[in-house]
């Protein structure tokens, strides 16, 4: 899900990747509170005053983290979307293109296990200010609109025989791809996140049926 | 979420109040977060009371998971014993488990406080290998019990659509955190309920059809 603009960065624009990178793996693994700057200015060899000419304090540098991966996963959602669409005229078709290769993105990580940034602040949010639970939020706020929209689009031209609450059915894909997340980072062996894409996929074949011809 | 029974003796009682206050702090702040002597001084005891009953924070980790897994083997034993006597057919039976469980969730005051196995996940790299073993076990077992009753139902009622038991038994788990996740985030109790709910739509469309 990373962008690939054709444009160089500049030293200090790596640096400040680097320590981001760094610190992103580091909270995964251990977690916010145990995630220390001077860990990661060792790890970049950069000083101190380095590390603060790019982040206020360790605050700003989880928010910063938020902001980046919210706007990547946006970005690389909406890119998987229009993509699916180019691919399939029929709505149901692209969605399931879409969830599918939402669910292989998710389970594409920096980490050796699959994680997501989000889930893990919401279990330490006692630590940070508003700003960061409001971004928290955002980002997963983002991922129900557009599948619920992604839905409706589908519920319209195929009318499921029962009545769908679709809000919940879209938050159960974000659900499922937390709870998958967290269950292959358990179990230490990958492969439940994308059984649970694979069966949430198959749910929706069977709520949206099409007309058979 | 389960009574203490009113027969502890006082140690126990100081143990499961150092339980509850860690659970806490460790569930909104992450483990690295808390501090032992913030537990001690909220507990009202001393430092060396603390170490009685717990070695070192790592020994606290254990005991916290270890319990919650407890607790959770309870709850899912009442609420099957329960829907087994509401019904003997092992669909309804797991249907009305669901509808127990989900309304359960439904009814604890400001949603559900967050579950350890997730949050531990998030920070494991902090823990010994015994404890990351333990949350490993826990979920294996949740898996294979949820996977014995799916079995039990498809013997009489074979599934309509094509699905695999391991991730629809898994299914249960992935929906209960991540609603769990998605319930604090965005701030909305009401969204693990649902979730259950929406997995009890989807297995009775396994099984019923539409």
Request: some cysteine.
């Amino acid at each position: 899900m990373t962008d690939t603009e054709i444009k160089t960065p500049s030293r200090g624009e790596r640096t400040r990747t680097q320590l981001m990178d760094i610190a992103m793996v580091a909270i995964l693994e251990k977690g916010y509170a145990a995630t220390s700057i001077d860990e990661l200015i060792t790890q970049t060899g950069i000083t101190k005053s380095g590390f603060f000419y790019h982040f206020e304090d360790k605050l700003d540098l989880g928010k910063q983290l938020l902001r980046r991966d919210n706007e990547m996963i946006e970005a690389g959602l909406t890119r998987i979307f229009e993509a699916a669409d180019e691919l399939h005229v029929c709505p149901l078709d692209a969605l399931l293109e879409g969830v599918l290769r939402y669910g292989r993105a998710a389970a594409d990580s920096p980490t050796e296990r699959p994680g997501c940034l989000a889930a893990a602040f919401s279990y330490q949010e006692a630590l940070f200010d508003e700003e960061t639970r409001a971004l928290v939020q955002g980002g997963l706020a983002f991922r129900r609109k557009l599948l619920c929209e992604r839905l409706e689009r589908v519920a319209a031209k195929y009318p499921p025989a029962q009545l769908v609450d679709l809000e919940a059915l879209a938050d159960m894909l974000v659900a499922v791809v937390q709870g998958g997340m967290v269950i292959d980072r358990v179990r230490e062996s990958p492969g439940v996140l994308q059984a649970q894409v694979e069966l949430y996929r198959a749910y929706l074949r069977a709520i949206f049926k099409r007309p058979s011809a | 979420m389960t009574a203490v029974a009113p027969t502890l003796s006082k140690g126990e009682q100081t143990r499961e109040r150092l339980l509850d206050i860690a659970q806490h702090a460790v569930l909104h702040k992450g483990f690295a977060g808390t501090s032992l002597d913030e537990i001690i001084v909220e507990a009202g005891i001393t430092k060396s009371g603390f170490f009685y009953h717990f070695k070192d924070k790592n020994d606290l980790a254990k005991g916290l998971l270890q319990r919650y897994l407890d607790r959770e083997t309870l709850l899912f034993d009442r609420l099957f014993k329960q829907a087994d006597e509401l019904s003997e057919d092992p669909l309804h039976s797991f249907l009305i488990f669901l509808k127990l469980f989900a309304d359960m969730m439904g009814d604890i005051p400001n949603g559900h406080p967050g579950c350890l196995v997730a949050s531990y996940c998030y920070q494991d790299f902090l823990f010994s290998q015994d404890v990351r073993n333990l949350n490993e076990e826990g979920l294996r077992l949740w898996r294979a019990r949820f996977r014995e009753r799916l079995e039990l139902i498809a013997q009489r009622y074979p599934p309509r659509i094509e699905v695999d038991f391991d991730a629809l038994a898994d299914m249960v788990s992935a929906v209960a955190d991540g609603g769990i996740i998605l319930s604090r985030s965005l701030r909305d109790p009401t969204l693990l309920p649902r979730q259950i709910l929406q997995y009890r739509a989807y297995v009775k469309l396994v099984f019923l059809g539409n």
